[in-house]
């Protein structure tokens, strides 16, 4: 096991790209809201592009060769998807809990 947390070959796979997206955009997204006006989707899908344009880059991709920056645009709203897939996951969880734990609370009461 590596003692990285993320590498560039990492940041190229659409789970290490969505999972820094989905960081990155949950801890930006309230200060980014004052004056971003497109919404968190098109918020997380401009990082996506970053992330694998620079990731792309980095594991030996050429940066004046077009073709990567327009496969990585595309890509990029897979990467923005499981991004907010991970956020709608971890919404439901923690509202299952809640849900979970107010019943056992009326169990108890009863």
């Given at each position: 096991m590596t003692d990285n947390l993320f590498t560039w070959q990492a940041l190229v796979t659409l789970s290490?790209?969505?999972?820094?997206?989905?960081l990155i955009t949950l801890y930006t997204a309230r200060v980014v809201d004052r004056w971003w006006k497109w919404g968190?989707?098109?918020?997380?899908?401009?990082?996506?592009f970053?992330?694998?344009?620079?990731a792309t880059i980095a594991t030996g991709g050429n940066p004046l060769n077009w073709r990567?920056?327009?496969?990585?645009?595309?890509?990029?709203?897979?990467?923005?998807?499981?991004?907010?897939?991970?956020?709608?996951?971890?919404?439901t969880e923690q509202e299952r809990r809640?849900?979970?734990?107010?019943?056992i609370g009326e169990i108890k009461r009863e």
């Open positions: 290490g790209a969505a999972m820094l997206v989905f968190t989707d098109l918020y997380a899908v401009l990082w996506g970053i992330i694998l344009s620079l990567l920056y327009v496969l990585c645009f595309f890509n990029a709203f897979l990467i923005a998807a499981a991004a907010g897939k991970l956020r709608d996951k971890s919404i809640k849900g979970v734990l107010m019943a």
